[in-house]
């Protein structure tokens, strides 16, 4: 029987075939051929009947039914498909389903496994879901970094915050992070090194406020932007009224400044230092300070009192008062030290002549004091105003005067504290030099220098001798 390439019946076929056999038949009876001769028993007996040969065209439907199958597996083969049923499996010629593939990797001629759709698509599932987490740390970290959306970033309310003297960046943003000036001490600390400005932050006392931008505190520290703030630079060894008259800038009032510290306000109380008055002089803290426009001025007094307080814990007052002096002696005598010496490394063998000088009752002698009670800072003093009877003339009195001629600095503070450990009485301005001093232990030597300062200040016309 014919069969199309798929291996099914064509009924075509079968129909040319039925009127073929019907032609053949009728020629048979025109034309009868011979006879065919039977079959001997013992052909018969030795095999049994021997089946009738196909006829040639059954033998060819055949052939084309089993190469159309053949190409039917081929191509399925090719394409991965699984192959339809045919008469053949059912007990045609050929007979059955055509093999599988091999369900291995391995083995001759078993392809690689192929892998199911369902993995393929939760692989490619996590991978996206990886790559929209990673997308969304990284827009996080952006944010966070350069704060784009933080404004100007100036922050609320103020927070003073003192960067000690050799601080780096890391300190110095986790002093921020600390005070609530920024959110992220880790952050800040990037920021500033991309900035390359962790050097530029010098050791003081800055007027910032919470919650700052990275960028707006960085400004603020570089003084690259005040924020509509009022910078107030206090030098050391001043007293209230110099800075009242000299230092405080345009906006702020002098006269109200002088009046807030004549007297101690609320909350500081400087009896607590051993103090016999409530005048604040000495406690003024010499620093760098911001004022927003339109503050009051009680505002820099209480910065300058709190910045006082933190400073003065950090000071070592063993010593002092082993010689039987509070912390307020050793305010007085580091006011005197910031007044004579200038030069850092001469401030603990100035304090060491007025540690002996006291010890052995001899008056101090520094004119320092006469010039803090006549106000008279520039022009040399007059004879009358040395004659003066006030208990602040340590030329009259012997002792420490009854209170500070300024407002120091730690450095002095510290050594009033600690004083160098020498038997200098004296002290004289060395010729030729900007602010250095002559030591001498005697009297006779410390002569010895007062004319060696007095032939070079009249060989210069009665000008200093000195290269400042």
């Not at 075939?17 to 034309?31: G, I, P, V």
């Not at 800040?188 to 006392?205: H, P, Y």
């Not at 450990?421 to 002290?427: A, D, H, M, R, T």
């Amino acid at each position: 029987m014919e069969t199309d390439e798929f291996g099914r019946d064509d009924p075509a076929a079968i129909e040319r075939e039925r009127r073929r056999q019907e032609r053949e038949a009728r020629r048979r009876k025109r034309d009868p051929g011979p006879s065919e001769p039977k079959p001997s028993k013992a052909s018969a007996t030795e095999g049994g009947p021997e089946p009738a040969p196909r006829a040639p065209a059954q033998r060819g439907i055949g052939r084309r039914a089993a190469a159309g199958r053949e190409s039917l597996r081929r191509r399925l083969a090719r394409g991965g498909g699984k192959p339809p049923r045919t008469p053949a499996a059912d007990g045609g010629d050929g007979g059955g389903r055509p093999p599988r593939r091999p369900s291995g990797g391995g083995g001759e001629g078993g392809g690689p496994r192929r892998r199911p759709r369902a993995a393929n698509y939760r692989a490619r599932r996590i991978a996206a879901l990886g790559f929209a987490l990673a997308g969304i740390l990284i827009a996080w970290f952006l944010i966070a970094f350069f704060q784009p959306f933080a404004g100007e970033g100036l922050g609320e309310g103020d927070v003073a915050v003192e960067i000690p003297e050799g601080s780096d960046a890391g300190e110095i943003a986790s002093l921020l992070e600390e005070q609530g000036v920024v959110s992220s001490a880790r952050l800040f600390e990037w920021r500033l090194r991309l900035a390359d400005k962790g050097d530029e932050i010098q050791a003081d006392t800055y007027n910032l406020a919470q919650d700052m931008s990275y960028g707006a505190a960085i400004d603020r520290l570089t003084g690259e932007d005040t924020g509509g703030l009022l910078t107030v630079t206090i030098p050391e060894g001043l007293d209230r009224r110099q800075i009242a008259a000299d230092v405080l800038p345009e906006g702020v009032s002098s006269e109200e400044y002088l009046q807030l510290t004549e007297t101690a306000p609320q909350g500081f109380n400087p009896a607590r230092y051993g103090a016999k008055n409530r005048n604040l002089e000495g406690f003024l803290f010499p620093a760098t300070y911001e004022l927003k426009k339109g503050r009051p001025v009680s505002r820099l007094v209480d910065e300058q009192l709190e910045h006082f307080k933190r400073s003065f814990t950090k000071v070592d007052l063993s010593f002092a008062k082993k010689k039987n002096l509070n912390a307020y002696d050793v305010l007085i005598i580091a006011s005197l030290i910031e007044r004579e010496a200038m030069v850092a490394k001469e401030r603990p063998l100035i304090a060491s002549v007025i540690y002996n000088r006291l010890r052995e009752g001899i008056p101090l002698g520094i004119d320092a004091t006469v010039r803090f009670v006549t106000g008279n800072w520039k022009r040399p003093l007059r004879q009358s105003e040395l004659d003066n009877p006030s208990p602040y003339n340590t030329r009259q009195v012997a002792g420490l005067p009854p209170g500070p001629i300024g407002n120091p600095g730690l450095d002095s503070i510290r050594a009033a504290a600690r004083p160098a450990k020498s038997n200098y009485l004296f002290y004289v301005v060395k010729v030729d030099s900007c602010g250095e001093h002559k030591f001498a232990e005697t009297d006779a030597e410390f002569q010895a220098y007062v004319n060696e300062y007095n032939r070079a200040r009249e060989a210069r016309g009665g000008k200093s001798p000195t290269k400042c």
